[in-house]
């Protein structure tokens, strides 16, 4: 008997401590110990159970891999109904909102309110008794939804048993179940692989998963549960507010969103509304708007309900973000690389706050796919700066004479050729540098504002210059000479000069400009920032291993590829060596960022290997980081991997030495991450002790009017480079706005929120004092 006793005990404090990080990595978004750590105490506590079943409890975390088949799924009876809210579409409806409130309370001052993201996935409710998860249900028609008990039981998110010596006796809480962003792509790529049918979005996905009637299927699949409210409670006093209501909710275990703020007015509703739909992109999850709540529950009691919504709470939408339109036609475009680009034209259609006449197609892989065809009444999705693309047709909308897609054999610029490798999505023109899009795109790309910036310089001068034989790449327009270009139609001897005199002026300009200005396949402006912040000048960057360019931020393994190919390339590094010899100085630092080089370690090194095809298959990440801090090098690592088994360090499994020593023989593996790590002590030898905190870090600004002496982009890029961040609303949390000629709402409402107000000189001032030279910008 004390054997079993001590036995039961050791299961107890297993599931104790694994329920424990589950709430530190869920609830607090605070973990406890790497990923490893867990899933070894959790095969621990899997291996005792399977030894002796007696043990096992429904709130085990081992009891979250699904149950066998359901031939269908129950009917549950809402005991408080899951009602629908109405919709705020505009500032003005929220306005009239707030006045509703105020005057059916009789109060004058400003209301406190709950903002809260309104999720776009599947509204359930879970119900808890005595602090166990007894069912869960769907929202129905909101009186009426489905026992999913079984499947909302292998969602980590969703405690099985509540935290605490001494739950509700009865606790029924509502909330939301999404599909994140990042797992609904590694969803869809499994489907795909296996033949099986991918899902539109991630609302489909969420709610195809949780109403799957063999729940080992949801198991598999990467949803994530947050509570917004409370239905039931019995045995507790209930909270006085509806935000003390989520802190309790928190404090049971229950996860709720981070992004949830206690608002005081209208006003401040609308500059959370502002806010996070400028973050919408950003989030790994979908909203489509924001709901908010009158915090103090005497006063949502005493406003009641009208119909099946309550008076205390709307939702205020987003603009729609797809919508129906007819395809009339699709043009293919050539780029700068030769790559051909189908566009979709339009019936002219409002998407996202928008009108959309044109959107992408993707490729003709995607097209076939997707069986979309000229006259389709289609899907068009547009979110935030996101390109419009069309997402799918509508089939049973197609008319008669709908006609199919095809490729086209030739180039539509020049008539050259196609080609489209074996394997290869994109089709490309094999005409080179005889096909006028690429050539005069790639100049008109560089001599473009936001690139090299090139007064004068405009799309009808470059096809000029191209068409007259004077310049051919980029490199030859500092070749020009002012009496060829003033022979030029439409120029003069004071239009060429000007032109030469902006040539002049641009040789010197900061290299994340001259990294967009070149045309990188996949760079655009920021990752070109974060390449120069990271490496501090440009040699760095054009020798860089592939292994060093995955640790900088915004660079994936796609980007990474496309910037060692570029640069790899004997004609773009001759044009580069033109541009140089023609008195081209990228402005840089010369320092490496300290962050960046303190980011390149072994265990880097070894991951980014990984993903770049070295055959480290079933060895994780964690094992590669064990690794990496007990080996100083790659030849420390590599010595101990020649000694075979036995030679692994304390933590890694037995064999992961002799397949590491395979790996490092093949493929040249072990020279290609030697010399990563000597470039990497290369920066290291020439970066900064230390990071130094910039002046303006974790200020917002606001830039409004018209600057006389920079550009808007300049002043932004400054402000960057100094810490701050840009933002195109004014909020109480705004740190300063800058005020130019004619400045408008935003200098307003700057002023009646007391937010601190400067001049274009007293900016100019700041980037004096900081070494900032907007010329360079």
Not at 518 to 541: H, S, Y
Not at 745 to 757: C, N, Q, T
């Amino acid at each position: 008997m004390p054997e079993t006793n001590d036995l039961s005990q050791k299961v107890q404090s297993l599931r104790d401590q694994l329920n424990n990080w589950s709430y530190r990595y869920y609830v607090l978004d605070d973990p406890a110990v790497p990923d490893a750590e867990y899933d070894r105490l959790y095969r621990e506590l899997k291996a005792l159970e399977e030894a002796h079943p007696e043990l096992v409890t429904a709130d085990s975390p081992t009891q979250r891999v699904g149950d066998v088949p359901l031939d269908a799924f129950d009917q549950v009876q809402h005991e408080v109904p899951m009602l629908s809210l109405d919709n705020a579409f505009d500032d003005d409806d929220l306005r009239a909102f707030d006045n509703r409130i105020r005057e059916r309370l009789d109060v004058s001052d400003t209301i406190a309110y709950v903002a809260e993201p309104k999720l776009d996935g599947l509204a359930i409710s879970l119900l808890y008794e005595n602090g166990e998860l007894v069912r869960a249900a769907t929202r129905g028609d909101g009186q009426t939804g489905e026992n999913i008990t079984v499947n909302a039981r292998t969602i980590r998110s969703v405690p099985l048993k509540l935290r605490g010596d001494n739950p509700p006796a009865r606790l029924e809480v509502r909330g939301e179940v999404v599909m994140p962003h990042g797992g609904f792509a590694e969803l869809n790529a499994r489907q795909e692989a296996a033949g099986q049918k991918v899902f539109a979005n991630p609302r489909n996905a969420a709610a195809g998963s949780l109403r799957q009637l063999d729940s080992r299927i949801t198991a598999e699949r990467p949803l994530e549960f947050y509570a917004y409210s409370l239905a039931q409670l019995e045995g507790q006093p209930w909270p006085a507010t509806h935000s003390a209501i989520l802190d309790a909710l928190k404090h049971w275990g229950l996860r709720v969103n981070p992004e949830i703020r206690v608002c005081e007015g209208v006003e401040a509703l609308l500059a959370f509304y502002h806010g996070i739909l400028d973050k919408r992109d950003k989030l790994d999850y979908d909203i489509d708007g924001v709901v908010y709540k009158v915090d103090r529950l005497d006063w949502q009691r005493d406003l009641g309900f009208v119909s099946r919504a309550p008076r205390w709470a709307i939702a205020h939408k987003f603009p729609a973000q797809e919508e129906l339109t007819v395809l009339n036609g699709v043009d293919w475009q050539v780029g700068r690389t030769g790559a051909l680009t189908p566009v979709a034209r339009l019936e002219p259609v409002q998407v996202g706050g928008v009108t959309v006449s044109n959107a992408t197609l993707h490729n003709i892989d995607e097209i076939r796919r997707l069986d979309i065809r000229v006259g389709d009444t289609v899907v068009v999705y547009r979110a935030g700066d996101v390109i419009p693309k069309v997402v799918r047709p509508i089939p049973e909308r197609r008319p008669a004479d709908a006609q199919t897609i095809s490729l086209p054999s030739n180039c539509p610029v020049c008539g050259s050729d196609i080609l489209r490798g074996d394997g290869e999505v994109v089709a490309r023109c094999t005409g080179g540098l005889i096909c006028g899009a690429q050539q005069r795109e790639a100049i008109k790309h560089f001599a473009s504002r936001r690139a090299m910036d090139i007064d004068g310089l405009g799309d009808k001068l470059v096809d000029a210059l191209v068409d007259e034989g004077l310049i051919a790449t980029v490199a030859d327009l500092y070749r020009l000479e002012a009496a060829r270009v003033a022979g030029l139609e439409r120029m003069g001897e004071k239009s060429a000069d000007n032109l030469i005199a902006a040539l002049e002026t641009s040789k010197k300009v900061g290299l994340g400009r001259f990294l967009f200005a070149l045309g990188i396949l996949q760079i655009g402006e920021e990752t070109a920032k974060n390449l120069a912040d990271c490496f501090g000048d440009l040699d760095g960057i054009r020798h860089a291993s592939l292994l060093l360019l995955l640790a900088v931020p915004d660079v994936g393994l796609e980007v990474a590829r496309a910037i060692g190919a570029f640069f790899a390339e004997a004609d773009n590094e001759a044009v580069i060596d033109g541009l140089l010899a023609a008195g081209v100085t990228p402005q840089s630092s010369g320092q490496p960022s300290a962050a960046f080089v303190s980011s390149l370690t072994l265990a880097h090194l070894l991951k980014s290997a990984k993903r770049l095809g070295m055959d480290l298959e079933g060895i994780g990440d964690k094992t590669l980081e064990t690794l990496g801090s007990h080996f100083a090098s790659v030849a420390a690592l590599s010595q101990a991997a020649a000694e075979g088994a036995g030679a692994e360090p304390g933590g890694v499994r037995s064999g992961v030495m002799v397949q590491m020593a395979r790996a490092l023989a093949a493929d040249d593996w072990q020279a290609r991450l030697q010399q990563a790590e000597q470039q990497a002590a290369s920066l290291a030898a020439r970066a900064p002790a230390h990071t130094e905190s910039r002046p303006l870090e974790g200020q917002t600004w606001v830039l409004t009017g018209t600057l006389e002496s920079l550009t808007r982009d300049q002043a932004k890029q400054g402000l960057q480079q100094l810490g701050a961040k840009v933002a195109g609303s004014v909020s109480k949390n705004t740190a300063m706005v800058v005020a130019g000629a004619a400045a408008g709402s935003k200098l307003a409402k700057a002023e009646s929120l007391g937010v601190e107000v400067c001049d274009e000189a007293a900016l100019m001032s700041v980037f004096k004092e900081n070494g900032i030279d907007p010329g360079a910008l």
